[in-house]
């Protein structure tokens, strides 16, 4: 069996805390059976080189499986998908199953005599290259904890040597969080590289839209389910997201053009900047004197999302392709290839192959999608319609584990015409409650609808299920009994999920049916704001700033940072809080005061009364003008319904 290749198949886990309530588990339906033996016959289980390079260069792993914060609390378990080991239960995808056996070695792994990865401790891999006096850190994870106990793993086993240098590949949480863990072992001036925009896109998707997407990353990454058979199976590119601390430490440097070379701690490194990718700011970049070259997560072991069901800035299918093609050039002839996630590739003919049909898998994505754009087909019908060609469908990297050409046509539709399909009659659609009640009523009350619902659960149509039930509970959120068949339904099509996300989603949509709401945030985005500079800090403020509270009031105050020795006036107006550098005429007040402590008064509940009779802060004009301002700002609800009215 494929699973002999590891003794144990070891994943990622977030806090053991958020594993207490255990979902309800459902027996896998007759349908749900025979749809996953089909799959399983249509899979490619002769080919087993992924088994080789994941198992490669092993080293070691940790003695304790659980990696834990300062107070004890655990934020990261390798030993939680322990459990994927012989053939796949009913419960999940055969092609999912083994996918998770594939990917869950964790530990320590030598990829080249210079180069070591440690995989499997979060979402993401961190990578340690040998520089001449100390260890080059490529993308140091999502928490400050597992990028620690990463550190100390390598310093164990190979060497204990100073980071002197740090590159994050990209813009997403999971590649810098971690960077505050390593700061101890930072040597003086180690340079931090990363590619053009990326603090801007870091603060933007974090931060910004942080409430929201974090919300939504609960569903995708599963955060709030027990690992199992009938529970997640990891998220695709990784087995889960660590809890623990985040961190933002601002680059050094930004690269901004393709061919830029470095040297970093005696090892020429040469970048590949690639915009509009997977991130909105990301890069590839090489070792050209090794022949190695990290694809960052352009490449990855699975398909990826072109707009992620959490939510994000939606990527460009075309200028992906692209800057696929762009990097077989770029890095023509490389014998080993590095990602961000997922394992390594080794042989140049592997490499040039992988690459390309990655790229194809992109291209023909984008290409069909506006294909049928252009004949008049929807997103909806696009994704109903287009499949990967066979020659693609066979390579385990392009199978749909973390994005589905599903969603991604439809994202692709999206990127070129937007949300509106061009039907009048979804110029202005009804909101789900009030769609829920009408739909309801024209189909003969709520008894009947479920009587259908019960109908089409029965014979395996669980698509048409959940629609019938979605309505159902959006006309009335107190209907049990719609609710739990709804869960049951999310249950089956979890099960046959060959996606680890919409497996995720199905089961904690159901999750929540069954008992309510358990949110948490993965993004780190609330940690986060207290490393904001003080412009991205105002386009918070602005995002929170609630128009009925401020009715029509106006203000204009200033604002003094001596620590940071910046000067800044904020104004609102019309409902609009806008900010500008500089102290301008026309304040009502202006207030004098250390930034961390404004952070402090606006997010942490400390008043700044204390700190201005003390003296440590100042106000001159109107006192009661900050006062106001922080009146007319809302509250975000990190635990808002949704599949519940």
Do not use: C
Not at 17 to 36: F, G, H, I, Q, V
Not at 46 to 63: C, E, M, N, P, Y
Not at 296 to 314: C, D, F, K, W, Y
Not at 566 to 572: K, L, R, S, Y
């Amino acid at each position: 069996m494929l699973s002999s290749h590891f003794r144990r198949a070891l994943v990622a886990g977030v806090s053991l805390l958020l594993l207490a309530r255990p979902a309800l588990a459902d027996t896998p339906s007759e349908a749900t059976r025979k749809a996953n033996a089909a799959a399983l016959a249509e899979l490619p289980m002769a080919d087993t080189r992924d088994f080789d390079f994941a198992s490669r260069g092993f080293v070691a792993t940790l003695k304790d499986p659980v990696i834990r914060d300062a107070a004890g609390k655990p934020v990261w378990d390798t030993s939680a998908f322990a459990f994927a080991r012989g053939e796949a239960p009913a419960t999940v995808n055969p092609s999912l199953w083994r996918h998770a056996q594939v990917l869950g070695k964790a530990g320590l792994f030598k990829v080249t005599d210079r180069i070591w990865q440690v995989r499997g401790f979060d979402v993401a891999n961190i990578t340690f290259v040998r520089g001449d006096k100390g260890w080059i850190v490529i993308d140091p994870l999502t928490a400050t904890e597992t990028a620690a106990a990463a550190y100390n793993l390598i310093s164990e086993k190979v060497a204990k040597l100073p980071v002197t240098a740090m590159i994050y590949t990209h813009s997403h949480v999971d590649h810098f969080g971690g960077a505050g863990g390593l700061l101890a072992a930072m040597a003086k001036d180690a340079p931090i590289i990363a590619p053009a925009g990326f603090t801007r896109a870091a603060v933007s998707e974090n931060v910004i839209a942080g409430p929201a997407m974090g919300r939504r990353a609960g569903y995708q990454f599963g955060l709030s389910l027990p690992k199992g058979p009938e529970g997640s199976m990891g998220s695709g590119i990784g087995m889960g997201v660590a809890a623990g601390g985040r961190s933002l430490i601002p680059p050094t440097r930004e690269i901004s053009e393709t061919g830029t070379e470095l040297v970093l701690d005696g090892v020429r490194v040469r970048f590949q900047i690639t915009p509009g990718t997977e991130a909105p700011a990301e890069m590839n970049f090489g070792f050209p004197d090794w022949k190695v070259a990290d694809l960052a997560e352009n490449a990855n072991v699975s398909q990826h999302n072109i707009l992620t069901p959490r939510g994000a800035v939606i990527r460009d299918a075309k200028a992906w392709a692209q800057g696929l093609t762009e990097a077989m050039d770029f890095f023509a002839g490389s014998e080993v290839l590095i990602t961000s996630h997922g394992w390594p590739r080794f042989g140049a003919g592997e490499i040039a192959d992988y690459l390309g049909k990655h790229r194809d898998a992109y291209a023909y994505l984008h290409d069909q999608t506006v294909r049928l754009m252009n004949k008049g087909l929807t997103g909806p019908e696009i994704a109903a319609k287009l499949t990967l060609p066979p020659a693609l469908a066979q390579q385990w990297y392009d199978r749909p584990y973390y994005g589905s050409y599903s969603f991604n046509s439809r994202a692709v539709y999206q990127f070129y015409m937007g949300w509106y399909d061009g039907n009048p009659a979804h110029l202005a659609p009804l909101p789900p409650e009030e769609g829920g009640r009408r739909y309801v009523e024209a189909m003969g009350g709520a008894a009947r609808v479920r009587a259908l619902a019960e109908a089409a659960f029965a014979k395996g149509d669980y698509a048409w299920t959940a629609e019938l039930l979605n309505h159902v509970i959006f006309a009335d959120g107190a209907d049990a009994a719609a609710k739990a068949l709804l869960a049951r339904t999310y249950r089956q099509l979890a099960y046959q999920s060959e996606n680890a996300l919409w497996r995720n989603m199905y089961l904690t949509g159901a999750s929540e049916l069954d008992n309510g709401v358990a949110a948490t945030d993965p993004t780190g985005g609330a940690g986060l704001i207290s490393q904001l500079p003080p412009s991205d800090l105002f386009e918070v403020l602005a995002v929170r700033l609630d128009p009925a509270k401020a009715t029509d009031g106006s203000a204009s105050l200033g604002f003094v940072f001596p620590d940071k020795q910046q000067d800044w006036t904020v104004t609102i107006a019309n409902g609009v809080l806008v900010h500008r550098k500089g102290l301008r005429d026309g304040r009502q007040a202006t207030l004098t005061v250390r930034y961390s402590d404004l952070l402090a008064a606006l997010f942490a509940g400390q008043p700044l009364a204390a700190k201005v009779a003390s003296g440590e802060a100042t106000i001159e004009g109107d006192p009661t003008a900050f006062a106001r301002l922080v009146s007319w700002l809302d509250k975000p609800d990190p635990a808002f319904n949704i599949v519940t009215p």
